[in-house]
């Protein structure tokens, strides 16, 4: 899975901000601690059209997601 | 009076009509296989006992977001990186949409509730594919689901790894009816827990642990319903996924 690494500024302006009717920016953290912008081809398509089209112009790069443990096992 | 359905189109029971008005549904594929559902499910006597239901139509953010119970109720936001197409909703482990709704308000008590999912597939171990973490949802791990409806993860639940509908059902506080798509349903033990009042039910992610990367295509709560009506919730949706062109 591939997305776009962003600055601890981006996440604190632009977390839980929704971008279109439905949907909102949602910030993730990778196995390397940084915030990542994941997107679908719709998300890329609607932000396009919006003042966050800066956002794309991110280079993608590869997401490792943290661990989870088991809940049992 | 003859009403002409050329001239004036289709007559569809109010509460399919309502969805497919707030979903902006103009398939007419899609129209007549939401009308079919919910005329199943009122035939089934099952419609009165559900209390949301996500049939995932349409294609879109929009026609994904309404809930067909009660189009005012649980319309789903979604976080980046949620696809949407004509197999329902997809996400990608760490992306989800939220009901807004909680255990605590979505109108059912701890040893009177249901729930299901439909998946395309379920590919990855250590995911939960709605709800949330701690007793309401289905855990995969190796090949094996744990399902939880109010009670608690526990080793002794686990059934073989599916895809298409699979449902829980409890009435009571000691054991639940576990139904998948093929075989009929099953009572397995597991006391009930108490609802959780602080965690949204979410579909793509168990909130607060892991989610799935799998096309979802239905998601429902219901007051508890019985054997013969997890069956019958099953043959509806299977009709449904079918008219789809995407049952599995």
């Known amino acids: ?73 | 009076m003859i009403i002409n359905p050329y001239l004036f189109g289709p007559v569809f029971d109010p509460d399919a009509q309502a969805f497919i008005t707030a979903a902006a549904i103009v398939n007419p594929t899609e129209q007549t296989a939401i009308n079919t559902l919910v005329i199943d499910l009122k035939g089934y006597n099952i419609w009165n006992k559900t209390l949301v239901i996500y049939p995932f139509v349409g294609g879109t953010a929009l026609s994904n977001s309404k809930n067909l119970k009660n189009i005012s109720l649980g319309t789903l936001s979604y976080t980046t990186g949620v696809n949407h197409g004509t197999l329902g909703i997809q996400g990608n482990t760490v992306s989800y949409a939220d009901t807004g709704l909680k255990s605590t308000t979505i109108g059912f008590t701890q040893n009177n509730a249901a729930s299901g999912i439909y998946l395309q597939s379920w590919t990855l171990g250590q995911t939960m594919p709605y709800g949330h973490f701690g007793n309401l949802t289905m855990y995969r791990t190796g090949n094996v689901v744990y399902p939880m409806i109010n009670n608690a993860l526990n080793t002794s639940t686990g059934v073989p790894i599916l895809n298409g509908l699979l449902q829980t059902s409890r009435d009571n506080a000691l054991n639940f009816i576990f139904k998948d798509k093929n075989n009929a349903p099953v009572t397995l033990t597991s006391g009930s827990s108490a609802l959780n009042s602080t965690l949204n039910l979410y579909v793509c992610f168990g909130n607060n642990y892991n989610g799935v990367n799998d096309w979802i295509s239905f998601n429902y709560y219901a007051l508890a319903l019985t054997a013969t009506e997890l069956t019958n919730m099953n043959t509806a949706v299977q009709t449904f996924q079918t008219t789809l062109g995407r049952q599995v």
């Open chain 1, 1 to 73: 899975m591939e997305g776009r690494i962003v600055t601890t500024e981006t996440v604190q302006e632009l977390q839980g901000v929704f971008f279109d009717d439905n949907t909102f920016f949602d910030f993730v953290l990778d196995i390397n601690d940084n915030y990542f912008l994941l997107l679908s081809e719709q998300d890329e398509v609607e932000i396009a059209l919006t003042e966050y089209a800066y956002l794309l112009e991110i280079p993608l790069s590869d997401f490792i997601s943290k661990p989870t443990p088991p809940p049992f096992e």
